[in-house]
């Protein structure tokens, strides 16, 4: 790679090492979470002992999302100290929370357009060889072990999450005019499809047809972003949205899960068996007391189980079944840290549409941030595992202030010096 200083080497450059850890745990947590685990401390390492990155993490702190979300993490950490949950479970529960740290990391580091740039192609590429081998599989009737049907991921929620991802990011790479070639621009078109239709046709993640319609919307509204807001805006916006909803309709796998939950969710007071969206209703209910127990501080951080189960001790039959998790992001908080981690929380997301980034990063961030949020409606996207880590990082990578001049930038995007 042809750089300004020819005596350069990128292993020896920590900035470099860094911000290519970020992007391993964005791979990483598709396939192995020890690898990511890995990744994670390694760059928590690098942060802790050598100053230059160091140095480069804290200049972003200062950004109003960096700094909303270390808020968080902290209000995580104070109601990690009351609450009837066991000190040792409370305890796991705060540090699984350190992917928050994810996040103000990768805006000190992701301050040049060149590495948010190389972040989308590493993720579109990788995720066009999952799409291509799941395709494969769909075609010889094969599956991996322990994996669902077609899935080449972690299971079939993130891999339909993620493919919407990747096809949003595909579709603004191309809003770039004159930036890539005919042969790029055709390899960015075959990703959208390769991708979006896996999504919907193979998958059978609910979540991910939300997110392939919320980013579809938001890759509507940077048409309209800028100009006066009218009626044909808003039906530009509303556009994509209705394409993925007649593509549901259309297709066989996607309207059945469709058709299954809106079932579930008519009969589940009087089913006889535990269902996905039956469950949920019921979380929803119980979760919906606890809060009205202890609306200011919460049952503390880990403390949902121990509170929940005290909340259905006098039920029967799979309406007693005790959970974690009430699949809903906002609930879950609320429960936890009370309204007033519950207000840091949505001040937090409410923090990324300060970022000030320049296009088309900035609708890819908060485009996906959106999608996230509609997805915690009925999942904990921001606690699990693979979507957690995965949002913190893409928002980010993202949504990083870039700086407008970098000392001893060269063309790499890196530095000259380690």
């Known amino acids: 790679m042809l750089t300004t200083h020819p005596e350069y080497r990128w292993y020896r450059d920590s900035i470099y090492i860094a911000r290519s850890l970020i992007i391993a745990n964005l791979i990483f947590l598709l396939f192995s979470p020890p690898l990511t685990n890995v990744a994670e401390g390694v760059l928590y390492l690098m942060v802790l002992t050598i ?63 060149i590495w948010k740039n190389r972040t989308l192609w590493i993720l579109i590429i990788v995720l066009d060889v999952c799409a291509v081998v799941s395709y494969g599989f769909f075609f010889a009737h094969y599956k991996l072990p322990q994996y669902g049907p077609y899935v080449t991921v972690r299971n079939y929620v993130t891999q339909s999450m993620t493919f919407s991802v990747a096809a949003f990011s595909a579709a603004m790479l191309l809003r770039q005019p004159n930036a890539y070639s005919t042969k790029i621009r055709l390899f960015l078109i075959g990703s959208i499809a390769l991708l979006a239709v896996n999504a919907l046709t193979l998958m059978t993640g609910r979540s991910g047809y939300i997110v392939l319609g919320i980013c579809g919307a938001a890759y509507a509204f940077s ?52 269902s996905s969206i039956g469950i949920r209703l019921v979380f929803l209910k119980n979760t919906l007391k606890i809060i009205e127990h202890h609306p200011i501080f919460g049952v503390g951080t880990g403390g949902f189980k121990t509170a929940y189960a005290a909340e259905v001790g006098n039920e029967a039959g799979w309406e007693a079944t005790i959970t974690t998790d009430p699949h809903n992001q906002f609930l879950k908080t609320f429960a936890e840290q009370g309204i007033i981690g519950f207000a840091i929380f949505i001040a937090f997301i409410a923090s990324a549409f300060r970022q000030k980034v320049a296009e088309p990063y900035r609708i890819l961030g908060l485009g996906v941030l959106c999608a996230w949020c509609g997805t915690s409606l009925f999942n904990s996207h921001f606690s699990t595992f693979s979507e957690g880590r995965f949002i913190f990082v893409w928002c980010g990578v993202m949504l990083a202030a870039s700086a407008t001049k970098i000392p001893g930038a060269t063309r790499n995007g890196s530095t000259a010096t380690p």
């Open 223 to 274: 048409y309209v972003h800028g100009k006066k807001f009218d009626l044909k805006h808003l039906l530009v916006i509303a556009l994509p949205v209705v394409i993925v909803c007649a593509a549901i309709a259309a297709i066989p796998t996607a309207r059945h899960r469709v058709e299954r939950a809106v079932h579930e969710g008519e009969t589940y007071q009087t089913a006889d068996k535990l």
């Open 51 to 113: 100053p230059r990155v160091r140095r480069q993490v804290l200049s972003g702190l200062s950004q109003p999302m960096a700094a909303m979300c270390l808020l968080f993490g902290l209000s995580i950490i104070v109601a990690s100290f009351y609450g009837p949950a066991p000190r040792a479970e409370a305890i796991s529960m705060m540090t699984g929370w350190r992917r928050l740290l994810l996040l103000p990391i990768a805006v000190g580091l992701f301050n040049e357009d």
